[in-house]
């Protein structure tokens, strides 16, 4: 079996740098208590298409589904 890395410090900063809706997500969690899914919206020229990498600033937008179903 091949070791797990533990993730460092460093490594969480590496990752926060290279992702800008990573920043923007944690400075505006979703509201607590709740199950929300976050939609990311690019630009068309953000390498995020190409490299994974997002350098654009891009749109957050939360959806909180009905999870109580109909009665």
Known sequence: MAKRKRATTKNRIDVLSRRNYLRK???NPPMPGTVGIAHIYHD???SFWKTGECNCDCY?????????GVK
């Open 25 to 27: 997500i944690l400075a």
């Open 44 to 46: 068309d020229w953000c």
């Open 60 to 68: 957050v937008v939360y959806e909180y589904p009905n999870l109580r």
